[in-house]
């Protein structure tokens, strides 16, 4: 079974750049997650979708961080304009539904704001 | 913020048990013990999960106490692959929150 799939490995970009992040989840998996990790840090949630629909995003930084997964599977998450701390991995997780269902993470993108 | 307390590193010798502690004092009863394990640039890789009863699987054994206020994953044989930070999250409802995690060090 293939695993969540991410692109790109590796970002580098000088602030007030755009990027875009893609996740393609694993196949059937309703629930997909993105999680910020700052080094030496765990993982922290940004947003979580439940199909197409959003169900947290408490976390996420609404004025530059927008995330979208309009057809339910594939996910892109956008920075807009970059800042300095938002050097982190990017983590995409799955899982089959929300609740207590076992969350399955991806490689992760790391991104580099000069 | 975590609700749980691990220590920040452990050492471990290759083909021993690894016991790696978590406190999870003010655990509900609908929360889920999750461990998970991160190597150096990948994501976070799903090891065990339990409720109340301990549980094994072809990874790693996870002891929860009655009380639930903590628990120990254990790793019987420990290879040198295993080095990797170790974190122990609570989960209701699909939110994971982790900690620092503990850095599992396995020396030959």
């Known amino acids: 079974e293939a695993g969540v799939a991410q692109s790109p490995r590796y970002k580098i970009i000088e602030k007030r750049q755009s990027v875009a992040f893609w996740c393609n989840p694993i196949?059937?998996?309703?629930?997909l997650y993105w999680y910020q990790q700052i080094l030496g840090q765990g993982p922290k949630l940004l947003i979580q979708?439940?199909?197409?629909?959003?169900?947290?995003d408490s976390q996420l930084p609404k004025d530059r961080f927008s995330a979208e997964r309009l057809k339910g599977v594939d996910s892109t998450l956008k920075i807009q304009p970059a800042k300095l701390e938002d050097s982190a991995v990017y983590l995409c997780a799955s899982s089959l539904s929300a609740g207590t269902d076992t969350q399955y993470f991806g490689p992760g993108t790391r991104l580099t704001v000069l | 913020d975590a609700k749980t307390t691990q220590p920040p590193s452990m050492d471990c010798a290759e083909g021993r048990a690894a016991n790696l502690p978590c406190n999870h004092s003010?655990?509900?009863?609908?929360?889920?013990v999750y461990w998970y394990r991160q190597i150096h640039s990948q994501g976070p890789q799903y090891i065990i999960h339990?409720?109340?009863n301990n549980e094994t699987n072809e990874m790693a054994s996870l002891i929860i106490t009655e009380d639930r206020k903590s628990s120990t994953l254990i790793l019987p044989h420990a290879t040198l692959r295993d080095t990797a930070v170790y974190y122990c999250v609570l989960t209701s409802y699909g939110k994971l929150t982790f900690g620092q995690g503990t850095i599992l060090t396995v020396h030959p």
């Open positions: 196949s059937g998996h309703a629930t």
């Open positions: 003010t655990i509900s009863g609908n929360e889920y």
């Open positions: 979708f439940q199909n197409n629909g959003v169900v947290d």
């Open positions: 339990g409720l109340k």
